[in-house]
């Protein structure tokens, strides 16, 4: 056989890939279910599709799909049944039946050349393989399951591994811009096929905007790619204005500044919002929600990580720290968030010691957290600095990731599709289906194969209707009776909201009139307290007045101390004058007396 030709002489695990290139699951834009259908009989290819799951992802741990889907069923019992067969086991018995039971003749294609192995490792924890073709379609077709992240079967040259990049998505397709590599900007632009899972390189030149030099310009590299003179900000897209958050300067000084780049008149304002903004902070997240409400979200300092929240009211410019509820994610920096409706979904990041590894959503109307998935070790999906977009495919959001870094730099792709579902209006989607089937309302997290559905062979029509709310009740029936019911329900909840809203409005009126009179008692208030502070400055200059008065005092008081000193002094030696005057009389009165006595004068005076 054809297939045994082109892997004889391969050792595994080669042998088994060049075997799984023949079956189909080689991921190739070829290859598909009919044709596996078409080599092998029904029980075969369940069991092939088995084999291939264990010997690529390992034992089933997925939920078990939705009892409407037998085709789901039977793939998910056929895996469920190899248990903890080895994977070395199960390529093995791969191999065996297809060299026994195949039933066409394979192309060898490119010579001695085998097809990229699309595994997964063990490491990646909760990433799913998508390899069987009997369970995918094309592009983001491929993401059947939900909430779970997906690594796709990658064709081209790969970008260079990165983080800190640019990230859009244009057509369904994603364009990637510069990052940063070993410390080295980038300059270069990829493009993502998100219908091929293709990736190609483009030469892309700015425009010259002066007609002195035509000629357009290579792109600058850069990373982070800061409008402003600072890295790690936050720029969120407001209707036709930028807002830019945070972050920190050339100095490596943190920032919780606001700015606003109005696009249309290319003017920048700087917002001295009220209230208590974050504290400065980079590498956080941002997102608006009801194009008024901006939300931050976690971000760092050179010390430490944050897990709070902080909104901005656009209208008013008042900052606001609302209570967060569920599960709070941890604290982290460097993360990536896109929004869905009203549901902000937040990947990656770390806190300086190992990266976060669980997917996050915020439903920013009540502020509650939950957790969608998490990944287990050192993958991609728990870096910093990786990239987040959403594209769509069927009518379903879908996010797709790239690059970041953990400790090395990843260009790994990765999709999720979230279950999670936006307040939008219903849609409506025709598809052929068995006829005992009349309508089907899912709102958990089903594997849907409607192309396996096709191949059934019965033919029909059902109507889908999708509805975005998880509490809506099915839809089951089209009968008048049944519309009537939901137009008198409707009704019903017309007149309650109603209701609620005559409420909310009285609550509005009150709380209005409260917040007038306590503007009131605060103008007073102001009043009274600029008075006491008039008081206090007349009260200020008194005692300034009074202490140059004490002043002047001590230095009279030292003045006077020193002249009673001075008369002191001045009485000692009156005194001692006194004395002497008094001596010297006494001497001159002695002589007389002695000479009268006959005294000789020597004498008195020796005697004296």
């Known amino acids: 056989m054809a297939m045994a030709r082109a892997s004889s002489g391969l050792a595994y695990p080669e042998r088994f890939y060049a075997a799984a290139s023949y079956a189909g699951f080689d991921g190739s834009p070829n290859s598909s279910a009919k044709e596996l259908t078409s080599k092998f009989s029904n029980d075969s290819a369940l069991l092939l599709y088995a084999l291939y799951q264990q010997a690529t992802v390992g034992p089933c741990n997925v939920p078990k799909p939705s009892s409407w889907s037998p085709v789901e069923q039977s793939k998910w019992k056929s895996w469920q049944g190899l248990g903890n067969m080895a994977t070395t086991e199960a390529m093995r018995l791969f191999v065996k039946i297809l060299e026994h039971d195949s039933k066409t003749e394979a192309v060898k294609e ?72 070993n410390g080295r900007y980038l300059s270069d632009m990829h493009i993502l096929d998100l219908r091929s899972w293709a990736w190609s390189k483009i030469q892309a030149k700015a425009v010259a905007e002066s007609t002195e030099s035509p000629s357009p310009a290579l792109l600058t590299p850069c990373a982070g ?26 100095k490596r000084s943190l920032l919780n500044d606001l700015h606003i780049l109005d696009l249309e008149t290319m003017t920048w304002d700087e917002i001295d919002a009220v209230g208590v903004p974050p504290s400065p902070r980079s590498d956080h997240a941002a997102a608006v929600h009801a194009e008024r409400y901006l939300l931050i ?69 009540t502020l509650v957290w939950s957790v969608v998935t998490s990944v287990q070790g050192r993958v991609p999906l728990a870096s910093e600095g990786l990239s987040l977009v959403v594209s769509s495919y069927s009518g379903e959001d879908v996010i797709v990731a790239f690059g970041g870094y953990n400790g090395r730099y990843n260009n790994e ?82 007149e309650e909201l109603e209701s609620s ?77 006194e004395q002497a005057a008094l001596n010297a009389k006494r001497q001159s009165s002695g002589g007389m007396w002695g000479w009268l006595a006959g005294a000789p004068p020597t004498q008195n005076a020796y005697d004296a």
Request: charged share 25%; glycine share 8%; proline share 4%.
């Open 297 to 365: 979200f976690g971000g760092g300092s050179h010390a430490a990580c944050f897990n709070d929240l902080h909104v901005l009211d656009l209208q008013t410019m008042e900052w606001s720290r609302p209570t967060q509820q569920g599960e709070i994610p941890t604290p982290r920096a460097g993360h990536a968030g896109v929004t869905i409706g009203e549901n902000w979904f937040l990947v990656g990041g770390g806190d300086n010691k190992s990266g976060v590894s669980e997917t996050v959503v915020l439903n920013m109307s």
């Open 110 to 181: 490119n010579g001695n050349s085998f097809p990229e192995t699309k595994t997964i490792s063990t490491e990646n924890g909760n990433l799913m393989e998508t390899q069987d073709k009997d369970v995918v379609s094309e592009g983001l077709g491929s993401v059947v399951v939900y909430d779970q992240w997906i690594a796709p079967p990658i064709s081209g040259q790969r970008p260079k591994a990165r983080y800190e990049h640019g990230a859009a998505v244009v057509q369904d397709k994603m364009y990637i811009y510069g990052g940063n590599h």
């Open 413 to 494: 792709v990765h999709v999720l599709k979230p279950s999670h579902k936006s307040t939008l209006s219903s849609k409506m989607i025709e598809t052929p289906v068995p006829d005992s089937v009349s309508a089907v309302q899912n709102n958990t997290n089903p594997t849907r194969d409607l192309e396996s559905e096709l191949e059934v062979g019965q033919e029909g029509k059902i109507r889908e209707i999708v509805v975005d709310n998880v509490d809506s009740e099915p839809l089951i029936s089209k009968h008048p009776e049944t519309t009537e019911h939901l137009i008198a329900t409707l009704k019903a909840e017309k």
């Open 225 to 250: 790619h800061s409008l402003v003179s600072r890295g790690g900000q936050s720029v969120t897209l407001v209707g036709t204005s930028l807002v830019i958050f945070g972050g920190e300067d050339a």
């Open 501 to 577: 809203l005559s409420k909310e409005k009285l609550q509005s009126i009150q709380l209005k009139q409260d917040l007038t009179e306590a503007e009131s008692q605060n103008t007073d208030l102001y009043k009274e307290l600029q008075s006491v502070r008039g008081q206090l400055a007349a009260e200020q200059s008194r005692c300034f007045k009074l202490e140059v008065d004490v002043a002047e005092l001590r230095q009279k008081l030292q003045t006077m101390e020193t002249l009673q000193k001075e008369l002191e002094l001045l009485q000692r030696q009156k005194a001692a004058s």
